[in-house]
């Protein structure tokens, strides 16, 4: 983006700034907020020199990245990072999972449902694309579909009766390493497939971790055996 363009914009929401505070003072749902411009070709330090020069004192820089961390996306992201590495280094299961209500009106309705249901330990927010995300801590995979399938029953019996949802569930265990943006992944593509399988059931994937924790603990009983014997295990002798 070129450097006139950007002056260009912020002139314009500047003037804009100045001829609405005329006419009209902010209060209630008219406060402060911060706007938000991804820029390209343009870095930190001559951004600076332009804020300096120009004394744009109340435009301020951040990465796309803590932009990201304030969506709703983002909180969930951080969110499972912290609870995958507490189930690698504590052993202690988690369960993630998506819930969509099948009429997009319902969706305020169903995630205060939801959020009065999860515990004080879990996590449930809103997603832009009209989910609700919901992750249940120290939670093993049985265990977690009992309870989303409890929280599925209650929303239909405390809602109107028309009023169905479709969830996909998937399960982490810590046995292996997997990146949250995986895991949430897994856990929509049980959504679409509960959604493509007629809506209102709970579609539960395979656990996340179990087909590569197989994997790695076969790596790493090779590798003590040639440690200790210096000799690779039968079944690789045999393949080679």
Known sequence: MAVDDLLRELGGLEAACRGEGATKEPSGADAPFCLCRIVNELSTEAWRQL??????????VTTPEVLDSGTSLGQLR???????????????PLALAFIRPDSSEAADSVFDLVRAQVRSFD???RQEDGSISVVLSATPLAAA?????????????????TLTCSAGLIGYG????????????????????????GGNRLEVAPCADAALASRE???????????FTGKKPPEQQDQE
């Open 51 to 60: 804020k300096h020069e120009l004394e744009l004192d109340a435009w301020h």
């Open 78 to 92: 951080r969110f499972l990072l912290c609870e995958m590495d507490r189930a690698r280094q504590c052993h202690l």
């Open 123 to 125: 996590h449930a927010s």
């Open 145 to 161: 579909e009992r309870l989303m399938g409890a929280m599925l029953r209650r929303i239909r019996q405390i809602s109107e009766p």
């Open 174 to 197: 810590g046995l292996a390493q997997l990146t949250a943006e995986a895991l949430i992944e897994r856990a929509d593509k049980a959504l679409e497939d509960a959604r493509r399988l």
């Open 217 to 227: 603990t076969l790596v790493r009983a090779s590798e003590k055996h040639f440690l």
